[in-house]
C-alpha cells in the first residue's frame, strides 16, 4: 500500500529542492526523517513537512492497525517547477531588470516496505 502527500509553491528552485531529495530517495522513513530533520539545507525543512504528511496518510489509509514507521520507505520523491514570480528591479540608465523569482511542486510517496 502507498500513500502521496504534494505540496504546492514552495519559495525555491526545483533544482536546490532535488539535491536533497536524491538523498533522501529510497530510505527508510525514519532514517529520512532524522536525515532531513538535522539538515541544515532550507529544502529538508518542507520535504521533512511533506514526508510527515505522507507517513500519516498512509497510516490512516492503512486497515493494518500494527503499522509503525520502521516498516514505510520513501518509494517515490520528485520536485516539479511552479509559476515564476517575474519582478523587476531598478538598473541603471532609468532602465529595469528582470527577476525570475521561481517556485516548485514538491511530490513524496511513500509505502510500507512489505
Same mark, same amino acid.
Given at each position: 500500500m502507498e500513500a502521496k502527500a504534494i505540496t504546492r509553491h514552495i519559495r525555491q528552485s526545483p533544482r536546490k529542492i532535488r539535491i536533497i531529495l536524491n538523498e533522501v530517495r529510497g530510505l527508510g522513513a525514519e532514517e529520512a526523517l532524522n536525515y532531513l530533520h538535522f539538515s541544515k539545507a532550507k529544502a529538508s525543512v518542507y520535504i521533512e513537512k511533506t514526508l510527515r504528511s505522507a507517513i500519516a496518510n498512509l497510516l490512516s489509509k492503512s486497515e493494518n492497525t @500494527?503499522? %509503525?514507521? /520502521? %516498516?514505510? !520507505?520513501? !518509494? /517515490?520523491?520528485?520536485? @516539479?517547477?511552479g509559476p515564476h514570480m517575474k519582478r523587476f528591479r531598478a538598473a541603471s540608465m532609468g532602465r529595469i531588470s528582470k527577476l525570475n523569482k521561481p517556485t516548485a511542486h514538491l511530490t513524496v510517496v511513500v509505502a510500507d516496505k512489505n
Open positions: @500494527d503499522l %509503525n514507521t /520502521e %516498516n514505510i !520507505k520513501v !518509494k /517515490e520523491c520528485y520536485a @516539479d517547477g
